[in-house]
């Protein structure tokens, strides 16, 4: 109510010192017009209508005294590597408005946000045919980690575990073609148990003596396996464990 | 007369004939300011040649105005409006004047026989409104241009404004409030 008044009241001395009359002001806005009367007439006697100069010879006189004193003044060469920093600093003043900081604030997260995004994207690309002991595998799980973590659907992730396990598998038989060393990781039904030897989702095994198995582990469990494929392609076990 | 902006940066470098166009274009107005809240032309042209003398006495000291050369005249006039004011009450009671002359308010309302009677008023006001009214009705700037020179936002001068208006027309004779 109040920021409406003081905008008619506003409005009305601007259409006052228009020219417009006072009755035909007040007539615009009759519910109004006994708040705004005494107003008006106050603005109009406070407004001077004919605003006397300053007598001449005292402002020329006092005109010469301040060109005598301008005259004085030394004259001022800012350095060029001066004049250069202050319209550095007069351009950094007018950005640092706080409007002009949280403009840029947005746009550098969102900056940031894109790049990271597309990175990430580029990245996922690059690592997706990857096998263990190359320079993007480690992506590659961390992408399928992230994925697992954002799954909520019990079903879903047990289809998700199950496809990144046979991605494991596919891994290894690369890593078997190419004779290559690499720390290995993958899940599988224990078909044999030997003593020394166990054949896990039709890969041999060899067990040092000094693994240690906490489970009670017998033919026809899920097991997983985390151990070293050798370049002569024997899989030596470092840690299996039942999957419940 | 070129633009503030770039007559300021001028009068930043000591600019004689910048320094110059801002006594020709600033005088009248600052003068103007000053006996419309004064009320006394001598006193008001002493004091205008004061802020002027200021001004050179800034860019001596190598503190010149940075953002506004209108918002920096009209502070220092401010200042020594109130500085004045101050002096002058601790010599003259102010209003001896202004009382001795106020007319009869009887019969016949006219506006110019309330002039005295808000004057008086006028000085009774916050020093922040009484500038603010100067501004408005005796620079007749706009809302924008006083809120400008203030620092402050539009909202604020019109809240100003009203309040400042609303306090004058209290003392004023009651044939003129309800008069219509």
Same mark, same amino acid.
């Given at each position: 109510?109040?920021?409406?008044? %003081? ?9 006052? #010192? &228009? ?23 106050? &603005? ?24 005598? #004193? ?11 590597? !001066? ?5 550095? /600093?007069?351009? +950094?003043?007018? !950005? ?35 096998? *263990?002991?190359?320079?993007?595998? @480690?992506?590659?799980? +961390? ?19 199950? %496809? ?40 041999? /095994? ?10 009670? /582990? ?8 985390? @151990? ?15 999957? !419940? | ?56 006495? &800034? ?33 003259? *009671? ?38 603010? +009214?100067?501004?408005?009705? @005796? ?8 809120? #400008? ?16 208006? &609303? ?14």
């Amino acid at each position: 109510m109040t920021d409406r008044f %003081e905008s008619i009241l506003d409005e009305s001395i601007s259409a006052w #010192q &228009a020219g417009v009359p006072l009755e035909e002001i007040l007539a615009e806005v009759p519910d109004y017009a006994d708040e705004l009367r005494p107003l008006l007439y106050a &603005a109009t006697v406070l407004t001077d209508p004919n605003p006397v100069p300053a007598p001449a010879e005292k402002k020329a006189a006092l005109r010469a005294e301040y060109i005598k #004193q301008v005259t004085e003044l030394p004259a001022i060469t800012p350095a060029p590597f !001066r004049g250069k920093v202050r319209a550095i /600093i007069k351009v +950094i003043k007018r !950005r640092t408005t706080r409007e002009a900081v949280l403009k840029d604030i947005i746009t550098v997260t969102i900056t940031i946000i894109l790049t990271l995004f597309v990175v990430a994207l580029t990245l996922n690309y690059l690592a997706a045919n990857t096998i *263990p002991s190359d320079f993007l595998y @480690g992506v590659k799980r +961390i992408s399928e980690d992230i994925q697992l973590s954002l799954t909520f659907d019990p079903e879903r992730k047990a289809e998700l575990e199950e %496809e990144f396990n046979q991605r494991r598998l596919e891994e290894i038989e690369k890593l078997i073609e190419q004779n290559r060393a690499a720390v290995i990781q993958f899940k599988g039904i224990l078909e044999t148990k030997g003593e020394n030897l166990w054949i896990v989702e039709d890969h041999t /095994i060899f067990l040092p003596n000094d693994i240690s198995i906490e489970d009670e /582990i017998v033919e026809g469990d899920v097991v997983e396996v985390i @151990g070293l494929l050798r370049s002569n392609n024997v899989l030596v076990a470092d840690t299996i464990r039942l999957v !419940r | 007369m070129e633009g503030e902006r770039s007559l300021l940066e001028r009068v930043q470098q000591h600019d004689q004939q910048a320094l110059a166009e801002v006594h020709d274009h600033y005088f009248d107005r600052i003068y103007q300011y000053l006996n419309y809240r004064l009320g006394e032309p001598e006193a008001a042209a002493d004091l205008t040649g004061e802020v002027f003398l200021a001004l050179v006495k &800034a860019l001596k000291a190598g503190k010149p105005p940075r953002t506004s050369l209108a918002g920096w005249l009209y502070t220092v006039a401010r200042n020594l409006t109130a500085d004045y004011i101050k002096e002058k009450s601790r010599t003259v *009671p102010l209003m001896e004047d202004l009382v001795a002359d106020e007319p009869s308010l009887t019969d016949q309302i006219h506006l110019s026989q309330l002039a005295p009677v808000l004057r008086d008023a006028l000085l009774k006001l916050t020093e922040e409104q009484q500038h603010v +009214i100067a501004l408005r009705f @005796g620079q007749e700037l706009s809302l924008a241009e006083t809120a #400008q020179l203030l620092d402050k936002t539009v909202g604020a001068v019109k809240a100003l404004q009203h309040r400042a208006l &609303a306090s004058l027309a209290r003392h004023m004779p009651q044939e003129v409030q309800h008069d219509g």
